[in-house]
C-alpha cells in the first residue's frame, strides 16, 4: 500500500433501507460502488445534482453512516470501527447548515473547545481557553465573542465556527459539504476564500461538495461528477469544466452561465429529458441511460465503469 493518497475509498456503497409504496422494504442506492482517492493537499470537488449522493459520501466516508460496503483507508491504514477514534482527529467535516449544525445551547467557546474535550488536547482550562481563542482568530472571529450563543451570529459568522471547531484537532482532512450554499451570495466568496487561505497555511486535503460548478472549478484541483449514486466523470478540475466527455457533465455544464458573449454564443444548452429515477428503483446498466441522448442497448445491459481516457480523466460510458 503506498501513502501517495492521504485518503482512498474503495468501492464505497451506501443503502438505506426504506419501504416503497406497497410497504416493502428496499434498499435506496444512495452511494453505489463509489471510489475515488486525495493526495495530501489536495482538493476533491464533488458535484451533482440534489440527491445524487453527495452529503452520503462525505458521511459514510467519516463514518458517520456504517457503510454497506466498501473501504476506506487513510494515510495507509484501513479504517476500522476499532481505530475510527483515533481517525477521527484527522478527518473532519464541515456542515451546509450552520444554522443547525452548531447546538443553540453551548457557547462559542465550548463549541469550539467540545473535540479539544473528546481527544483530550488541552491540560487545563486556560490552556483550551487559549487555544479556543487561537482558532476564533484564525476564523477572523473576536476574543471577545467567545461567551456568545449561535443565535448572536450571521450565517456567515456561524460557519466560521464551525470551520474554528473542524480546526480544532488539527486535521489533515476537511469533508467541506456545501459550505457555503446557506450564506448570502455576497459573502459566499468570503468563505471560499477563508477554506482556500486555511488549506494554504495548514495544508489539509478538502472533499469539496458543491452544487455550484464554478466554485467548484475554482476551489478544487480534481472535480467528480456524480449521479445517482455513481461517479461519472473525474479528472482535473479545468479538463471537466472545458473538456467535459460524460454526457451528463456536458449538460450540467450547459446550464452554467459564462460570463464571455462570445463563448456563450456558440455553446448549446442541453436540456435534459425526463425526471431523475428513483434511487429505490435504478434503471438497469447505466443509471443516466433514460436521460442520455447517446444510450445504446449497450447501456441497459451494462453499467460502465471509470475508464481512463488519458492524464487521469476517467469516464464511466460506453459511447463517449
Ligand atoms: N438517512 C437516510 N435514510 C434514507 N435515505 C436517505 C438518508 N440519507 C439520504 N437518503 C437518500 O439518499 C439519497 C442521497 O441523499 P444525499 O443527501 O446524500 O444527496 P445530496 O447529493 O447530498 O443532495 P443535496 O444536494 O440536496 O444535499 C437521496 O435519495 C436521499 O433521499
Ligand atoms: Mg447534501
Keep these: ?73 487513510f494515510d495507509g491504514q484501513l479504517v476500522t470501527d476499532k481505530n475510527m477514534h483515533e481517525h477521527r482527529k484527522e478527518m473532519q467535516m464541515v456542515f451546509q447548515d450552520p444554522y443547525s449544525s452548531l447546538d443553540p445551547r453551548m457557547t462559542v467557546e465550548d463549541i469550539i473547545g467540545e473535540p479539544l474535550d473528546i481527544h483530550k488536547l488541552c491540560k487545563n482550562k486556560a490552556e483550551r481557553r487559549e487555544r479556543v481563542l487561537e482558532l476564533m482568530k484564525t476564523v477572523g472571529l473576536n476574543a471577545e465573542q467567545a461567551t456568545r450563543y449561535p443565535h448572536e451570529f450571521s450565517g456567515g459568522q456561524r460557519q466560521r465556527i464551525g470551520i474554528a471547531r473542524a480546526l480544532a484537532v488539527n486535521p489533515r482532512f476537511i469533508v467541506c459539504d456545501e459550505p457555503v450554499s446557506a450564506l ?38 480534481r472535480i467528480a461528477v456524480m449521479y445517482l449514486g455513481k461517479i461519472m466523470e473525474v479528472a482535473d478540475s479545468d479538463s471537466v469544466i472545458n473538456h467535459p466527455i460524460h454526457p451528463y457533465t456536458e449538460s450540467l455544464l450547459s446550464a452554467v452561465p459564462i460570463p464571455d458573449p462570445k463563448i456563450a454564443r456558440t455553446r448549446q444548452r442541453i436540456v435534459l429529458e425526463g425526471d431523475v429515477p428513483s434511487p429505490m428503483n435504478m434503471p438497469q446498466g ?9 444510450a445504446t442497448e449497450q447501456c441497459a445491459a451494462e453499467c460502465p465503469t471509470l475508464t481512463d481516457r488519458g492524464n487521469g480523466h476517467f469516464v464511466a460510458c460506453w459511447n463517449r
Design 1 to 73: 500500500m503506498s501513502n501517495e493518497y492521504l485518503v482512498e475509498v474503495k468501492n464505497l456503497k451506501q443503502y438505506f433501507p426504506v419501504r416503497n409504496s406497497k410497504g416493502k422494504l428496499v434498499p435506496l442506492k444512495a452511494v453505489d460502488d463509489v471510489s475515488f482517492a486525495i493526495k495530501p493537499g489536495e482538493t476533491l470537488g464533488l458535484v451533482g445534482e440534489s440527491g445524487c449522493g453527495k452529503t452520503t459520501v462525505g458521511r459514510s466516508l467519516l463514518r458517520l453512516y456504517k457503510p454497506t460496503a466498501g473501504e476506506i483507508w
Design 184 to 221: 448570502d451570495v455576497s459573502i459566499q466568496a468570503q468563505v471560499v476564500n477563508m477554506f482556500e487561505d486555511l488549506q494554504q497555511q495548514l495544508g489539509m486535503a478538502y472533499l469539496f461538495i458543491a452544487h455550484d460548478l464554478l466554485v467548484v472549478h475554482h476551489m478544487s484541483d
Design 286 to 294: 447505466c443509471p443516466f441511460r433514460t436521460r442520455c441522448r447517446y
